[in-house]
């Protein structure tokens, strides 16, 4: 049972324009929403949070939008650079979980020049 | 800081062969995560450490997987006996717990292939 979906195995885009990747949960215990990206042979790094009493939370170029009622989380990154070209993994922390994330299949990112 | 260390980078082994990946966390972090990476699942938390003392380990997959942390600054994750559906990247991941986003630092992750 997925707790966290990314329903998008990939996504290409064209550098300067806007890309959005999507990521859906199931557990309301959710506090804390984190994105992460990965380059190969390295691991996750971290990119941004949202608290769950929060709606959008923005570094950058960078904004997490987070839909409560809807339990869907989107991250926008304007403008889309080709440095930007990644796997982006969505994750959720639980309330008492000690710390625990738990991460979504992600996404993989292609930024077109 | 040299961030989270891990090692080996890449393990080539033969099936029935014991594997020992080894992680040193972020000085100062007080938790401990090792995740399993894989096309079909995924990022898999295995197991994760509070202050040395393990905490979940429901994700380790079976019998045959061992953790330990001995000490704040070294932990290790065994494989024995190794098969081929265990290759996979094993990263460790480190952390200050607190309150507020708990934000893991990773480690640049260990490639195990088991022929």
């Known amino acids: 049972d997925q707790q966290v979906k990314q329903n998008s195995p990939s996504l290409s885009v064209q550098e300067g324009r806007i890309s959005i990747l999507n990521c859906d949960y199931t557990?309301?215990?959710?506090?804390?929403f984190l994105w992460y990206k990965k380059y190969p042979a390295e691991g996750p790094t971290f990119l941004i949070s949202?608290?769950?009493?929060?709606d959008k939370n923005e570094d950058g170029r960078f904004t997490v939008f987070l839909n409560k009622s809807a339990k869907h989380l989107s991250l926008h990154i304007v403008p889309s650079q080709p440095g930007d070209s990644a796997v982006y993994f969505c994750a959720a922390s639980r309330r008492g979980s000690q710390g625990n994330l738990i991460f979504g299949k992600g996404t993989k990112l292609s930024v077109k020049p | 800081d040299a961030g989270v260390i891990q090692s080996p980078r890449h393990e080539v082994t033969e099936m029935g062969q014991e594997v020992t990946l080894r992680c040193k966390p972020i000085s100062g972090h007080n938790s401990l995560f090792w995740y399993r990476q894989t096309m079909m699942r995924g990022l898999e938390l295995l197991i994760y450490?509070?202050?040395?003392?393990?905490?979940?380990d429901s994700g380790m997959p079976e019998d045959r997987f061992s953790a330990k942390m001995p000490n704040a600054s070294f932990s290790t994750l065994k494989i024995q006996p190794s098969e081929p559906r265990d290759s996979a990247v094993y990263f460790c991941?480190?952390?200050?717990?607190?309150?507020?986003?708990?934000?893991?630092?990773f480690g640049a992750g260990s490639r195990l292939t088991v022929l």
């Open positions: 557990n309301s215990m959710f506090d804390y």
């Open positions: 949202i608290s769950s009493i929060k």
């Open positions: 991941a480190s952390s200050l717990v607190f309150s507020g986003a708990n934000v893991l630092t």
């Open positions: 450490f509070n202050n040395n003392v393990p905490i979940d």
